[in-house]
């Protein structure tokens, strides 16, 4: 065992794989610097460019675009009050008015520093963690991944739009989408209306970056997204004090950065919650916890440090769902399973025994991105402070001609465009009318499982379905799952009736 | 339109998609059964059966909140009136959509290059760039790099 681990630590170290875990934070912190674009977005951009790299080098690039998308979101934040992603919206309470006082450099710094703390604490979590879990994981059969499945998206569904309904359709809808292409039993083409081009299934990459980049892209043109160079109007003060964190200020704030990364990690391992979820759950109750709540939202450190080390802490978080049962925690992780099918793994408990080298590596990676991450931060700071000044006029046409070219690099397919285009004018009409993506995206990526573990159960018990009945975890899952369907649907008629 | 008629018109146009599903697409382009393992149009049916269900609960909550308000108020309140955020704006859809989708037959037409610089051209225009040098600079830079990348670094048949 020692060999694998060792093993897959060098395989993490090999220069090729470090170039990319670094160029994956730089692309991460400048994507996620930019107003509007996201990590996710990031994400589903550079699937493709993936496509060129090893199955290390790629994990690592992503893992590193991701991490770097979560402190990037707090530079427009701090020096904007424009956070870049969601997560970074309670990291402004506090960085913008720090910025205010000439204080920014130090509010980043602050960012940067908490940032790399909850990032660090959910990968050693997911480390200690994973393993045992999937151990434990490898117990369920496939009634149990179904009845999971099943609850997972119906959670999902659930908190990511205001309307079970609306997010419960959605998630469907992307179980149909996943079901075209070859049926797994008798490998015959289905709903490909006669298309050959859809015989091989949709991939990943075409939905990611219509739905995720280029819908969004056009909803943001909308709103017309003209501030021509949004002039940074922040002074940086030369003092010392107001520049850098001293050891003592940090070391001042270790209970709040546990606290805030503890949340973090249990937020980012619950499908459906999500990075916003946490650092707006850390940062309330740090406040809560202050002898001095009012000052909370002046420019207060604790604030920062919560916020951004909850929203970093769920990146290892969302991690071991994915790891331990295949099932992802937010829209970053469903991506990453993309890109792990994409490289020929499929995750889930079997991958600690099949790819247990490549898991090692990948962890491997997640410690290379932190420090990473910590070094790009405090060497670039200033530079990257630059990309939010960047014109829209100029960024968003850049970011529309990669989203297709993009598409088409994944297998050099002009159709793929088109799918891509399809799915962005769906997402566009799905945004509009509040029907969550992110479910469906979700609903896509985890349909072949579902499938699969339907077609088992179905199969195995001679189409008896009530196998279930002798098997008492699956049975609690499907509980929990009808319970939060009826719950909600019953609350949605409840109020629709009382209005 | 109110959010309510919105609403139902999308719920609506959902319940009769799912059962046109049911009835006609999901036969007539799945495999039959092949007496084996389970049915290639079980997922659909299920999938597109709890579509189905769920947009005529939908409906129906929404007929009887309808009904009730009807019957205590018989304005509809301001607040169900659709927010202007969610408001489709076709014009400007498809002004970013149809460069887009001729770009491909474009390139397959003139090349890579010219007509990636002539999309990027129009695109700028499209999103408030006025200023020609920089949009110049813009489409042959990025049009010319991703080119060099792709070509000769990653080997890419162009279109």
Redesign the interface.
């Known amino acids: 065992m020692l060999e694998v681990i060792i093993a897959g630590f060098i395989d993490a170290l090999h220069p090729l794989s470090l170039l990319f875990v670094l160029l994956g934070v730089i692309a991460g912190v400048i994507a996620g610097a930019i107003p509007g674009i996201n990590g996710p977005m990031a994400i589903a951009l550079c699937i493709p460019l993936s496509y060129?790299m090893s199955p290390v080098a790629a994990i690592g690039f992503l893992v590193g675009l991701n991490k770097g998308a979560f402190f990037g979101g707090s530079i427009s934040g701090v020096l904007l009050n424009t956070p870049g992603t969601p997560e970074a919206a309670a990291t402004t309470w506090d960085g913008y008015p720090l910025a205010l006082q000439g204080r920014g450099e130090k509010a980043l710094r602050m960012a940067l520093y908490a940032s790399v703390t909850g990032d660090a604490f959910s990968t050693i979590v997911l480390i200690l963690v994973a393993a045992p879990l999937a151990t434990v994981a490898l117990y369920m059969g496939p009634p149990e991944i179904f009845a999971l499945i099943c609850l997972a998206m119906t959670i999902i569904a659930g908190l990511g739009t205001q309307?079970i309904?609306?997010g419960?359709?959605a998630a469907?809808?992307g179980?149909?989408v996943g079901?075209i292409g070859m049926?797994p039993?008798?490998a015959?083409?289905?709903?490909?209306?006669?298309l050959y081009q859809l015989e091989r299934g949709i991939s990943l990459v075409p939905i990611g970056i219509g739905m995720l980049a280029f819908s969004e892209l056009?909803i943001q043109?909308?709103?017309?997204v003209?501030q021509?160079g949004s002039e940074c109007a922040i002074s940086f003060s030369s003092k010392p004090e107001d520049r850098f964190i001293s050891w003592k200020e940090y070391r001042g704030l270790t209970k709040t950065l546990l606290r805030a990364s503890i949340a973090g990690t249990v937020v980012g391992a619950l499908p459906g919650l999500g990075a916003p979820v946490a650092s707006f759950f850390a940062y309330d109750q740090e406040k809560k916890r202050s002898k001095t709540p009012e000052a909370f939202g002046t420019g207060k450190l604790e604030g920062i440090a919560a916020s951004e080390s909850a929203n970093s802490a769920v990146v290892g978080g969302s991690l071991i769902p994915l790891f331990t049962l295949g099932i992802p925690g937010n829209v970053a992780a469903a991506l990453l399973i993309g890109a792990f099918v994409i490289h020929g793994m499929i995750p889930g408990p079997l991958m600690f025994e099949q790819n247990a080298q490549l898991i090692y590596a990948v962890y491997g990676s997640l410690i290379i991105a932190n420090i990473f991450l910590l070094g790009v931060g405090r060497v670039g700071l200033k530079s990257f402070c630059k990309v939010v000044q960047m014109?829209?006029?100029?960024l968003?046409?850049?970011i529309?001609?990669?989203c297709?070219?993009g598409s088409?690099?994944a297998e050099?397919s002009?159709f793929d465009?088109?799918l891509m285009?399809f799915f962005?004018?769906i997402a566009?009409?799905m945004k509009?009318?509040?029907f969550n993506h992110i479910c469906f995206i979700i609903g896509f990526i985890l349909?072949p499982i579902?499938?699969t573990s339907?077609?088992q159960v179905?199969?195995s018990s001679q189409n008896n379905l009530f196998m279930f009945f002798t098997r008492p975890v699956a049975i609690i899952l499907m509980a929990i799952t009808f319970y939060v369907v009826i719950k909600s649907?019953r609350g949605?008629?409840k109020k629709?009736?009382t209005? | 339109m109110t959010l309510r008629q919105?609403d139902n018109l999308?719920y609506g146009g959902?319940a009769l998609g799912s059962v046109a599903f049911l009835v006609w697409?999901?036969p007539a382009?799945?495999?039959p059964y092949?007496g084996?393992?389970?049915s290639?149009?079980?997922?659909?049916n299920?999938?597109?059966g709890?579509?189905l269900a769920?947009?005529v609960?939908?409906l129906i909550?929404?007929i009887?909140?309808y009904v009730?308000?009807k019957k205590n108020k018989p304005e509809e309140s301001p607040s169900a009136v659709a927010n202007p955020?969610?408001?489709?704006?076709l014009w400007?859809?498809a002004r970013?959509?149809i460069p887009?989708?001729l770009?491909?037959p474009a390139m397959?037409w003139a090349g890579f290059i010219p007509a990636?610089i002539a999309?990027?051209l129009l695109?700028?225009f499209?999103?408030?760039?006025r200023k020609p040098v920089?949009m110049v600079l813009?489409a042959v830079g990025?049009?010319g790099a991703?080119f060099a990348v792709?070509r000769y670094g990653?080997g890419?048949?162009m279109?």
């Not at chain 1, 014109?391 to 100029?394: D, E, G, R």
């Open positions: 060129y309307s309904l609306r419960l359709i469907a809808l179980v149909l079901s049926e039993v008798s015959l083409p289905r709903l490909t209306f006669d056009i043109l909308e709103r017309r003209k021509n014109p829209a006029a100029i968003y046409p850049m529309i001609f990669t297709i070219v088409y690099l050099y002009v465009v088109s285009l962005a004018f566009y009409f509009k009318f509040d349909a579902w499938e339907l077609q179905i199969i649907i949605s008629f629709a009736l209005v | 919105r999308i959902i697409v999901i382009y799945t495999p092949p084996y393992g389970v290639a149009s079980l997922l659909p299920v999938t597109v709890i579509i769920l947009s609960l939908a909550r929404n009887l909140s009730l308000i955020g969610d408001k489709v704006y400007h859809l970013f959509m887009c989708v770009l491909m397959k990636g999309f990027m695109i700028q499209l999103c408030g760039q920089t813009v990025l049009v991703l792709m990653l890419v048949p279109p």
